[in-house]
């Protein structure tokens, strides 16, 4: 009987991995993990979900190679293996983005209501921040914006927001971001600050493509 052959072989391995990856809480548990680095009780916390799942699902992404994990005191802590998971999950992203009419459709009823304008890119902040013209807002909880942040960014939880709004420059534009493209809080947060006057825009995705791509990080 002949053995597999090689390129068969490889692609079991790669079916693994789109295998993990086929599961809602895991490209969830990833958009976590891009943050920094975390305890399974963090992320059960962060998620809602019993610690017993999500140490499950965090298992099954270990054995695929997604995440690495170590033993600090107590606590297991997870990371990402490096940066092409977030890598794969955005072309999952993008691949939905360009084929599924129901992505589409959630875009347009739910994100694009809230901010129709194209985002600004990371070029386009590096360059604004280094000219002094911009306040940037990072609506991540605190735990998140301390594990890594944009230069000069002001952590304004999404929650402290509107208390907040006395102390921002209205002569200057506002970016804000969160945790990744479609995190849920920048565009909340974009969509209040233009209600009250401010010229306000998105960053094009999260903290977590912005080390990515090499740009500076500050903690």
């Known amino acids: 009987m002949s053995s597999p052959s090689p390129k068969l072989a490889l692609f079991e391995q790669f079916a693994l991995v789109a295998k993990t990856l086929g599961h809602p ?16 009780d963090l992320l059960a916390e962060k998620l809602g979900s019993p610690i017993a799942n999500v140490s499950q699902h965090l298992q099954t992404m270990r054995r695929a190679g997604l995440v690495a994990a170590e033993r600090q005191g107590k606590y ?16 999952i992203q993008r691949v939905a983005e360009n084929n599924l ?25 590096s360059g604004r921040l280094r000219d002094g013209m ?8 605190a735990d998140e914006f301390a594990l890594g942040h944009v230069p000069g960014a002001l952590n304004v939880p999404l929650a402290e927001l509107d ?5 921002l420059d209205p002569e200057k ?8 493209a479609y995190c ?5 947060a974009v969509s209040r600050l233009r209600a009250q006057g401010f010229r306000a ?6 903290m977590p493509q912005w080390a990515a791509a090499g740009n500076a990080v500050a903690s």
Do not use: N
Not at 25 to 40: F, M, T
Not at 201 to 206: A, H, P
């Open 25 to 40: 809480q895991r490209l969830e548990l990833i958009e976590q993990l891009g943050q920094g680095p975390r305890s399974v």
């Open 76 to 91: 297991v802590v997870y990371r990402l293996a490096d940066a092409s998971v977030l890598a794969a999950m955005q072309a």
């Open 101 to 125: 009419a129901e992505v589409d459709k959630i875009v347009r009823g739910y994100f694009e209501q809230r901010d129709s304008l194209e985002p600004i890119t990371r070029d386009e902040l």
């Open 134 to 141: 911009v306040t940037v807002l990072d609506v991540r909880p």
């Open 163 to 167: 208390a907040c709004l006395t102390t």
């Open 173 to 180: 534009d506002i970016v804000a971001y969160c945790r990744g």
């Open 184 to 188: 849920v809080m920048s565009f909340e």
């Open 201 to 206: 825009r998105r960053l094009e995705d999260g």
